[in-house]
């Protein structure tokens, strides 16, 4: 797969896919979004100052799309299979976006930041490039007292810009941005990630690395809330048993098939984190021929769709031009005649039939044209999957992009 490549100036991308005004960069998420929006690690390359610059947008904990669980192991699966090829791929720095909006570190925003810490380890702490984003006029006096907090407190950022990470104001410009590379750049680092040692040179399981710890520990008092939750709720089913209450029956009865379901879950997920960078392997194989055999067969589908539209729009316009032809002189006669109910009757129903295949037609095109473009969509989105090993990639990601509090982007250059 090829990547997008940027020849970037001092101010002008040189690419001809890329508008001089930056919009291209701007559209594909140069700003900190709010929303949750990165699925799965997708690249962006640029050449900077002679190096060639990839930079990884990474999936967030916390996403509304998918569990903490799910972004840990892909987290977990690409960056040791990076780390396990030969050559092995390095990244040169971290980028941890904070929208500066936010008028405190929530709960989910402090376990998010512990995370991070932990899947980097002291060690690639100096590679750490603390970027505040979201930054506006109105809020400008706050969002710099919020900055000095964060840096002074040892348990946000203040322990690890004691061991070398930088901070950085994004304020949403190509300039900025390229102030923060260039930062990378000139660093000249080669890093290994806690995790990755931990799971290649190490050979643990995800649950026994530093971060799948936390995520186990969280996961363990959820379950043990949920358990509790599930106790009590019993207590109270069997005394409206007693009492004979059917409505609180029935409603119990279904919050404690809730609590069951959520224990479930947690057992499962505890069991997901027990895996080895080759198990982790096997099963993104195993879901990566899965995903493409129902790809194929859903392309085998629309295009068995698509054949036998075309067939029928094929023979609707033959018929269409054959019966124009036919119709024009019988037209003309019924006109002439002009007299009688019948024979207005006879260009009535002629004509309610051309338009009838007339509207079938245009129907047809506009299905076939559906198909066609929801091809191109899914064979775009196929180009921006990872390949099965390291971080080789297709298509474009974003300059630099976020998606929530926390967000991260990978930084290696060549």
């Known amino acids: 797969m090829k990547e997008k490549t940027t020849e970037y100036t001092d101010r002008v991308p040189v690419d001809k896919d890329v508008p001089e005004d930056f919009s291209y960069v701007h559209q594909k998420g140069l700003e900190h979004k ?3 929006g990165t699925i799965s690690p997708s690249v962006y390359s640029l050449r900077r100052k002679g190096q060639i610059v990839r930079l990884i947008d990474t999936p967030g904990f916390d996403d509304s799309k998918r569990s903490d669980i799910d972004v840990l192991t892909d987290l977990a699966f690409h960056l040791a299979s990076a780390y396990q090829t030969n050559p092995k791929i390095l990244l040169s720095g971290i980028i941890y976006l904070h929208p500066i909006d936010q008028p405190k570190l929530a709960g989910t925003a402090r376990k998010n930041l512990a995370m991070f810490k932990l899947l980097c380890g002291d060690e690639s702490l100096q590679s750490v490039v603390l970027a505040t984003t979201m930054w506006r006029d109105e809020i400008q006096a706050d969002a710099t007292q919020r900055v000095t907090q964060l840096e002074s407190t040892p348990e946000y950022w203040g322990r690890m810009i004691e061991h070398g990470s930088s901070v950085f104001r994004h304020d949403n410009t190509p300039g900025s941005a390229l102030r923060i590379i260039d930062h990378i750049i000139a660093r000249r680092e080669r890093i290994v ?3 990755q040692k931990q799971m290649v040179d190490e050979h643990r399981t995800i649950d026994q690395t530093s971060a799948g710890q936390l995520e186990r520990h969280e996961i363990i008092k959820e379950k043990d809330r949920a358990a509790r939750r599930l106790e009590e709720n019993r207590e109270e089913l069997e005394a409206s048993l007693r009492a004979k209450e059917q409505q609180n029956v029935h409603q119990l009865s279904e919050e404690q098939q809730k609590y069951e379901r959520e224990i479930q879950q947690k057992d499962h997920d ?24 129902e790809l194929q067969a859903f392309y085998a589908q629309q295009d068995a769709k698509y054949a036998e539209m075309a067939r029928e729009l094929a023979a609707l316009l033959q018929q269409d031009t054959q019966t124009s032809s036919d119709n024009s002189g019988q037209k003309e006669g019924a006109a002439a005649a002009a007299g009688s109910q019948e024979d207005k009757a006879i260009v009535e129903r002629m004509m309610n039939k051309m338009n009838d295949t007339g509207l079938r037609i245009q129907m047809l095109s506009e299905q076939m044209d559906a198909i066609e473009n929801e091809r191109r969509m899914l064979k775009a989105q196929e180009k921006k999957k990872f390949a099965k090993r390291g971080m080789q ?7 630099f992009g976020g998606i929530a509090a926390g967000a991260a982007m990978l930084c290696s250059v060549m």
Request: proline share 0%.
């Open 393 to 399: 990639y297709g298509g474009a990601g974003a300059a």
């Open 270 to 293: 505890i069991e997901a984190l027990r895996m080895s960078v080759a198990e982790l392997q096997k099963q993104k194989e195993a879901q990566m021929v899965r995903e493409e055999e």
């Open 34 to 36: 709010l929303i949750v």
């Open 193 to 195: 990630l806690s995790i």
